[in-house]
């Protein structure tokens, strides 16, 4: 269903041609008629000769009635600029045009009405018709066609009427998204029958029974009744004009600019980011800061600009600002708007809503601000779902899919498109095992839980790089760093901590990465090497020598550490140079080696052995066999049977 609205200069002829197109009088206050001037929005439709019924928008013309117009003009698909032979383009024709062009409705035509004021001067007719075609150049309405009409004689009516089915065929059809918004333009009430509303329907369906939503007073109304084009209907489409009757809710209760919804699918919001274009021929600039009346749907607010990459906008020119609302209001990605100063009254510019929660007011002059909501504003999800990301990393693939407004399988498309152009990485390690299985395809599966922009792990592993460099520059005889203390220390500081297995996908990613290696509960940077100052150089060469000379009854760990000092002594026994068995007992690595061998060698030729054999075997102290064989059975090497070991 199409709805069309009509623009144009003060007693140009509007509602005079949409009376002779419908045969219905838009004019319905009986004041209007008094003062024969629209001051409300009149309500008509007709029928098209291609058999579509169209409704009618009539706005009125008087600049003080600017704001009504804009009530009406929300959801339109094509304009009927009327413009009046006799005058021609006048500063309120500039003025709508302007508006319908920020508004950015999607087609138009001119109705050139009350030629027959001028059929006795052709020459002028042509005049006008070319001031009106340089008037369109470079607005929405550029190349429309321009009819002459009479609403008098009803010449030209037919063929304005075969344009507009040209113009809407050319409109794409509205879109059902299965969320109902009806932005309310009148509200009244009819005996026995109570509150109505009026709107231009968009986004989904209305039923009678349905229950609904007042957004933003969260009040909840059940729809009684439904009518389009004064018919009695079960269901209201997208794109039609609807009169609602509401139960529950009374006519006080209700205010114009108010959006009838499904319970819970659109909030009211004062904060929103906006991308703006300034009238060409704005003679002030919009500033920071500035008081404006901000106009979309049918909703009317005060709102304070901040302007977030310039000082000002100067006219023609375009920016990005959010907007304080004086009050919430129900908007949605992708609604329209017009900013108008209050006073004097002058549209200064509109555009589109870009983000309508950004819950938190921009630092100005952020390039990472701008860019995000160029990002929004191209509505591209794949730029949306990165964007999204970016804002709340580490994230889930629902959790970013949700704040981009992508289904499941929109959200998958989208991360599968930045996985492939690497910008994001996957953290998770069943996926990174899955893919290494798959090498020919990049495949993702839904429920993905740690996902990271290519930006973000750059900067963890710049986190796990300093952490470890400050560790091991601490501790340079130290091997590696406790894993939790590396996660305590590189988290990030804002908002919660990693979850335990997000940090163990982070270190295994790491470490496939082979910036570290894990050495069972310590982590360590891959090319650490512990580092010695020359006086503890000689103080390990001179104690290894005294291990190599004495293998089997080498130094104590008292005596060791009193010759390095206790930090080399347990680097000593870290990197594996010493093997310490027991309290006192330290080994030097190839000692124990030699010696495991040959207890392995009775072992398995005898089947078992007892200290005192280990002692006579080696022909070392009791201590030390003692020592050896409880550091075996502590290995799992061998097993204890009374008096005896056995090989485990
Ligand atoms: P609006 O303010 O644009 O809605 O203009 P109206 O429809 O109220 O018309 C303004 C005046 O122009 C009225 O007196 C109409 O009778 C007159 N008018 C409208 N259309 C025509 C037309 O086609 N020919 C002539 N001669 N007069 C017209």
Redesign the pocket.
């Known amino acids: 269903m199409r709805v069309i609205g009509t623009a ?10 949409v009376l002779a197109l419908t045969g219905i009088d838009p004019d319905r206050l009986a004041e209007e008629k008094a003062r ?3 001051i409300d929005l009149g309500f008509a439709w007709l029928t098209l000769p291609d058999g579509q019924a169209v409704g009618v928008v ?1 706005v ?2 008087h600049i003080d009635f600017i704001k009504n117009m804009l009530a009406g003009i929300g959801g339109i698909d094509a304009a009927l600029l ?1 413009i009046a032979a006799d005058e021609g383009v006048m500063p309120q024709t500039q003025e709508h045009l302007a508006i319908l062009d920020l508004l950015e409705v999607p087609g138009g035509v001119v109705a050139l ?5 001028v059929q006795h001067d052709p020459e002028w007719l042509e005049l006008v018709q070319v001031d009106v075609e340089d008037t369109l150049v470079g607005t929405g309405l550029e190349g429309s066609e321009i009819i002459p ?4 004689t009803g010449q030209g009516l037919e063929a304005l009427t075969e344009a507009l089915v040209r113009v809407l065929a050319d409109v794409p059809e509205r879109r059902d998204v299965g969320r109902p918004r009806l932005a309310i333009d009148r509200v009244f009430t009819v005996s026995g029958f109570g509150t109505i509303v009026t709107g231009t329907l968009s986004d989904g369906i209305l039923s009678v029974g349905q229950e609904v939503e007042i957004v933003p007073t969260g009040l909840t109304a059940r729809v009684r009744g439904l009518q389009t084009h004064k018919q009695k209907i079960d269901q209201a489409v997208p794109g039609s004009r609807v009169a609602v009757n509401l139960t529950g809710v009374s006519k006080e209760q209700i205010n114009r600019g108010d959006v009838v919804t499904m319970p819970g699918t659109v909030g009211p919001t004062i904060l929103v980011d906006v991308h703006v274009r300034m009238v060409s021929d704005s003679p002030w600039p919009l500033e920071h800061n500035q008081l404006v009346n901000f106009f979309s749907g049918a909703a009317e607010v005060p709102a304070r600009t901040r302007l977030l990459d310039s000082e000002a906008i100067q006219a023609g020119g375009t920016g990005w600002i959010q907007l304080r609302l004086s009050e919430p209001v129900a908007l949605q990605r992708g609604d329209r708007f017009i900013l108008r100063l209050p006073s004097p009254s002058r549209t200064l510019g509109g555009g589109v809503v870009v983000n309508p929660y950004p819950g938190r007011r921009w630092r100005r002059f952020r390039p990472e601000v701008v860019q995000m909501l160029q990002a929004y504003y191209s509505g591209d999800p794949v730029r949306i779902f990165q964007q999204e990301l970016l804002r709340r990393e580490p994230a889930s693939l629902s959790q970013v899919a949700n704040a981009s407004n992508l289904n499941a399988t929109e959200g998958l498309k989208a991360l599968e498109t930045l996985v492939e152009a690497g910008a994001v990485e996957i953290l998770d390690a069943d996926w990174q095992r899955q893919r290494d299985d798959d090498d020919d395809r990049t495949t993702v599966r839904p429920g993905l839980q740690h996902l990271v922009s290519s930006e973000g792990w750059q900067k963890i592993k710049a986190r796990i790089t300093n952490t470890l460099q400050k560790y091991h520059r601490q501790y340079p005889l130290r091997m590696a760093m406790p894993r939790e203390e590396l996660k305590s220390k590189v988290q990030s500081r804002r908002g919660h901590g990693w979850s335990l297995s997000l940090f163990n996908d982070i270190v295994a990613r790491a470490t496939a990465q082979n910036l570290i290696a894990e050495t069972g509960s310590t982590v360590r940077l891959r090319d650490h090497q512990a580092s010695l100052t020359p006086k503890q150089q000689t103080a390990v060469s001179q104690l290894l020598q005294s291990f190599e000379r004495n293998p089997l009854s080498p130094p104590s760990v008292a005596e060791s550490v009193a010759a390095t000092g206790e930090d080399v002594f347990l680097w000593l026994v870290d990197s594996g140079q010493l093997i310490r068995v027991s309290g006192d007992v330290v080994f030097s690595a190839e000692g124990y080696g030699k010696m495991v061998e040959a207890i392995l060698e009775h072992l398995q030729s005898e089947g078992s052995i007892t200290v005192a054999q280990v002692r006579d075997l080696l022909g070392t102290s009791r201590k030390y066999a003692l020592g050896l064989m409880e550091y075996l059975d502590s290995q799992r090497v061998t097993r204890r049977v009374g008096d005896t070991r056995v090989l485990r």
Not at 9 to 15: E, L, P, T, W
């Open positions: 144009g200069h003060v007693d140009h002829g509007k509602s005079t041609l024969e001037m629209t009539d009125p013309g009327v009405t009350k030629i027959d004021m009409v009479s609403a008098r």
